[in-house]
C-alpha cells in the first residue's frame, strides 16, 4: 500500500471517531433532545396549567357546523375553582360550556384536572362555528377560571380527523352536494307501511 493511500485512510479514520465522539456529547440525561416540547398549545398562570388546547372543526371543508374547544385544564392549587367561560378573541363564535355530569359548572377540583372534548367528558362548543380561521391556522382562546381569571393562549384549529376524530363536534351535518338520507320506518310487525288508498 502506498504511503498517500496509508494517509487518506489514516485521516478517514480520524474524522470517523471525531464525529463518533462528538455525537455521544448529546445523549444521556442532559441532552438537548430532551427539551424538546410537544407541538400542541399549553401555558401556566399561577396554579393553573392548560395543555394540548385546540379548536377542532368539522370534518368537511366548507361544512358549516358546530366547533370545538376541546384541552386539559390542571389546578395545582389547594381551592377548586370553576371555568366561567371560554372565548375567542377576534371572532364571533359563542362558546357553550356544559360540564360531563350534564349540570352544574366545569369544576376543577384542586389538585386535579379536567378534559374538554371526547365522550363523557366535559364539553365547550362553538355553536356557530369558526368562520374566521381556516384549518391550520392558530386561534386565540381565553379560559377564564373563576379564581385565577383569565388564561390565554393560541390553539391550533384542526378538523376533525385521524387523531382528533373522537374529540370534534357531535353534530356533524351532511357535506355540501348531498342530500341526508332518513332511515325508513317499518311497523313494529316489520311489514312495510302503505299508503292510504292503495
Known sequence: ??????????????????????????????????????????????????????????????????????????????????????????????????AAEGAGPIVVPPGGSVVIGGQGNASATIEGGLREAKNGDSQKVVFKLSKTGDVGLSAFVVPAKSYFKDFGPSEVPAPPGTTPTTPATTPASGEPTQAAGH
Do not use: E
Open 1 to 98: 500500500m502506498s504511503r498517500s493511500l496509508r494517509r487518506g485512510a489514516l485521516a478517514a479514520t480520524a474524522i470517523v471517531i471525531s464525529v463518533a465522539s462528538l455525537s455521544a456529547c448529546g445523549a444521556g440525561n442532559d441532552a438537548q433532545t430532551l427539551g424538546v416540547r410537544p407541538d400542541n398549545a399549553a401555558v401556566t398562570v399561577d396554579d393553573v396549567k392548560i395543555q394540548n388546547a385546540l379548536v377542532i372543526t368539522q370534518p368537511d371543508p366548507g361544512v358549516v357546523g358546530p366547533a370545538v374547544v376541546s384541552a386539559t385544564v390542571f389546578n395545582n392549587g389547594l381551592t377548586r375553582q370553576t371555568l366561567d367561560s371560554i372565548t375567542l378573541p377576534g371572532t364571533l363564535g359563542t362558546v357553550k360550556l356544559k
